[in-house]
């Protein structure tokens, strides 16, 4: 299995991520407080599997910012899927803040016991 992560250009910014393999599947979660849900865009074309979201400021155009630490805008994540990968059957949720994605594994992948046959 082959997943590679690349950020993209410097105005859209990366998304703090987790990955792993339990069993036959594969997880990866991304952090995005506070992202309407619905600006959430998952793309898969092929090899590559896109994770697009946006954070807007909730504050006026009239507003004095004192302090501003939390980043609003576009955040992008982008993976190389292995052929590996069942495309057909990745599934995503959002709860609390936590993009998770479910990648299982294609069953022409698993292992697999091979019957040997007795003359």
């Not at 994770?51 to 910012?65: F, G, L, N, Y």
């Not at 052929?83 to 959002?94: E, F, K, N, P, V």
Request: glycine content about 6%.
């Amino acid at each position: 299995m082959t997943i590679n992560s690349a950020a993209s250009t410097a105005s859209i910014r990366p998304m703090p991520v987790d990955l792993y393999r339990e069993g036959d599947t594969y997880l990866l979660t991304a952090d995005l407080p506070g992202v309407d849900p619905q600006s959430v865009d998952i793309d898969v074309d092929g090899q590559p599997l896109t994770i697009r979201a946006e954070r807007t400021v909730s504050a006026s155009d009239d507003a004095k910012w004192l302090a501003r630490g939390r980043q609003s805008g576009a955040f992008q994540r982008r993976f190389t899927l292995g052929q590996a990968i069942d495309r057909d059957g990745i599934s995503a949720s959002y709860t609390n803040g936590v993009l998770s994605l479910s990648l299982p594994v294609s069953e022409k992948a698993k292992p697999r016991k091979i019957e040997v046959a007795a003359a």
